[in-house]
């Protein structure tokens, strides 16, 4: 069974503070996709990072595919109460098309 | 298209009671994915449809669930005999077969189910 490990499952922090989010497997994923979840909304996705060892830009959040394909991380830099949310991470398997497998997700509130 | 739409978004019924949620995808999305989602939890996946055809669904879904998409456009959710564990959120999403991998689901707003 392919698992999603995310890390840490809660943070809280201030504003203007730089943050890691992290999504660790023991398996190979084709592809990796981080969305943000809003309360009371559907999650969103972010962005989606296909290439090992890729790095992809979105205004202050920095996310980055493991050489290998097994691993990824969200990195905020200066932190705003916007930012706050469940943060999920989710692998597209090469062999298996059909589902995405889901991390628990990081729960971020940024203070003001 | 406005994306995902859902509804209800809430319901709250009595234990004992069936419910039923629709869910229509964005119009050429041919996939289609049931989610259950608890507080602060991921989505836990409940089934999937390509275009009609129920192509799987969750071992962890009992058989008071049942989900269809008989023209493979819309789809409902129904649960019988409701309790109180089956209280959630219920996510639709949508995807187009195959380019799931770089665009992802489009998921709705969510139908929150409260039993009392």
């Known amino acids: 069974t392919q698992l999603l490990e995310q890390s840490p499952q809660f943070l809280s922090i201030q504003e203007g503070e730089n943050l890691t989010v992290y999504c660790n497997s023991s398996?190979?994923?084709?592809?990796l996709q981080w969305y943000r979840q809003e309360p009371g909304e559907g999650p969103v996705l972010l962005v989606t990072?296909?290439?090992g060892g890729e790095v992809k830009k979105l205004k202050r959040l920095t996310f980055q595919f493991g050489d290998a394909r097994k691993d990824s991380s969200l990195h905020i830099t200066a932190a705003q109460p916007g930012d706050t949310g469940l943060y999920l991470c989710?692998?597209?398997?090469?062999?298996?098309?059909?589902?995405?497998?889901w991390g628990l997700g990081t729960s971020l509130a940024v203070n003001p | 298209d406005t994306g995902v739409s859902q509804n209800p978004r809430h319901k709250i019924t009595k234990r004992g009671q069936n419910v039923t949620f629709r869910c229509d995808p964005i119009?050429?999305?041919?996939?289609l994915y049931w989610y259950r989602q608890t507080l602060g939890q991921g989505p836990e996946f409940l089934t999937y449809?390509?275009?009609?055809?129920?192509?799987?669904k969750s071992r962890l879904l009992s058989d008071r669930f049942s989900a269809e998409r008989p023209k493979g456009s819309f789809s409902t959710l129904e649960i019988q005999r409701t309790e109180q564990g089956d209280s959630a959120m219920y996510l639709c999403?949508?995807?187009?077969?195959?380019?799931?991998?770089?665009?992802?689901?489009?998921f709705g707003s969510g139908t929150r189910l409260t039993v009392v």
């Open positions: 999403a949508s995807s187009l077969a195959y380019t799931d991998r770089n665009y992802g689901y489009t």
């Open positions: 119009s050429e999305h041919n996939r």
């Open positions: 449809f390509q275009n009609e055809a129920q192509l799987e």
């Open positions: 398996s190979v994923f084709s592809s």
């Open positions: 990072v296909v290439t």
């Open positions: 989710a692998g597209a398997n090469a062999g298996n098309n059909r589902k995405l497998i």
